[in-house]
């Protein structure tokens, strides 16, 4: 008995093991482009197997011509793979972020809104050469180990089953299905970083070093991030024990503690303050409270909060009109946005 195609074969593997793992309903998102289709179709086959319900989903963005008509196309394809229900949902895409980063916000609000009233987890489509170039573009900005870290595969209400598939795998096993592919224009153009570093760079290294690149970057976001889950774990257990009733946080042994945890402990702290827009200039000027103490003021942070030192300890100040402290100015945040489905 002749089996599937091997891509085929590939794709369908990758999606089991999560499939056999969890429970309840799954919604493929999908923009009609290789790897999302190559999922989808993995998962139609897959799931019922399974025991699991799974419906797509796609995203018109409105910012081509002809999007809502493709959008209709994409959801028809999802429905004749079996997939039920389909959702179309439009959205509009603010300024924020240029583009790219307004589509991707607007995108995931979309999507996290979809999974929230079915019930559902997201999948989505990126694969081995997606999370590549994110680790590349962690590098080169130099926003810390979190962004070097790339995507996770599951991230409620997010799964990413094919960070360990190649691009072209999900093509060949769309060609092996004679399912239609439509190609994004914005994935072509040069005019996005992300384009070049898959046109240009990726392929650059891969002939200079000798092939294997995009394997040993995504190995290399595997070992990142079981480091920083590591740390964070551990980051956790000292805010536990530091943390006074009052939320106060004792400066002298938490100064003591490495860098890389003190910083986690800062963040942690600040995060259950319910600070947002945490950025890494943030992290550093309240940590100078820690590690260059010269009796400064407080150091203001985004929503008008702030942090004081007074008596030893460092305060929270809740948000309101800033004093006159020593905040820093916003810079580039430290972590790069995960990458969700890309627009169509």
């Known amino acids: 008995m002749v089996g599937p195609?091997?891509?085929?074969?590939?794709?369908?593997?990758a999606v089991r093991p999560g499939l056999r793992a969890g429970t309840g309903p799954v919604l493929a998102a999908c923009s009609?482009?290789?790897?999302?289709?190559?999922?989808?179709?993995?998962?139609?086959?897959?799931?019922?197997?399974?025991?699991?319900?799974?419906?797509?989903?796609?995203?018109?963005?409105g910012l081509q011509p002809g999007s809502a008509e493709q959008a209709d196309r994409t959801a028809g394809l999802l429905r004749a793979?079996?997939?039920?229900?389909?959702?179309?949902?439009?959205?509009?895409?603010g300024a924020e972020g240029g583009p790219e980063g307004a589509a991707r916000a607007a995108r995931a609000a979309a999507l996290a809104g979809a999974a929230d009233e079915h019930g559902a987890a997201v999948a989505l489509g990126h694969t081995l050469d997606d999370q590549a170039e994110t680790v590349l573009l962690g590098l080169a900005r130099g926003s810390g180990p979190r962004s070097v870290a790339g995507m996770v595969e599951h991230r409620l209400p997010f799964w990413r089953p094919l960070l360990d598939v190649r691009r072209a795998t999900t093509r060949a096993a769309c060609a092996a299905q004679q399912l239609p592919v439509w190609d994004d224009p914005w994935n072509s153009d040069p005019a996005y970083t992300r384009v070049r570093l898959r046109?240009?760079?990726?392929?650059?290294?891969?002939?200079?070093?000798?092939?294997?690149?995009?394997?040993?970057?995504?190995?290399?976001?595997?070992?990142?991030?079981?480091?920083?889950?590591?740390?964070?774990?551990?980051?956790?257990?000292?805010l536990a024990a530091l943390a006074g009733p009052d939320g106060d946080l004792p400066a002298a042994p938490l100064a003591e503690l490495p860098?890389?945890?003190?910083?986690?402990?800062?963040?942690?702290?600040?995060?259950r303050a319910r600070v947002p827009d945490l950025q890494g200039v943030h992290l550093s000027a309240v940590?100078?409270?820690?590690?260059?103490?010269?009796?400064?003021?407080?150091?203001?942070?985004?929503?008008?909060?702030?942090?004081?030192?007074a008596s030893g300890r460092l305060t929270v100040q809740p948000g309101g009109p800033p004093g006159r402290g020593t905040g820093p100015r916003p810079a580039a945040p430290d972590v790069v946005p995960p990458e969700e489905p890309r627009p169509s």
């Open 259 to 271: 860098p890389a945890l003190r910083r986690r402990v800062l963040r942690g702290w600040l995060r």
């Open 5 to 13: 195609d091997p891509a085929v074969a590939a794709l369908r593997s």
């Open 199 to 238: 046109a240009e760079v990726l392929p650059l290294l891969e002939e200079v070093l000798g092939g294997g690149v995009a394997a040993a970057l995504g190995r290399t976001a595997a070992m990142v991030r079981e480091d920083l889950d590591t740390l964070d774990a551990l980051a956790e257990v000292e």
């Open 81 to 93: 793979l079996g997939l039920s229900p389909v959702l179309v949902l439009r959205v509009d895409v």
């Open 287 to 309: 940590d100078a409270l820690l590690t260059r103490w010269r009796g400064q003021g407080r150091v203001d942070l985004p929503g008008g909060a702030g942090v004081l030192r």
């Open 32 to 61: 009609g482009g290789a790897d999302s289709v190559a999922l989808a179709a993995a998962l139609a086959f897959e799931a019922p197997r399974a025991g699991r319900p799974v419906g797509g989903v796609t995203v018109d963005h």
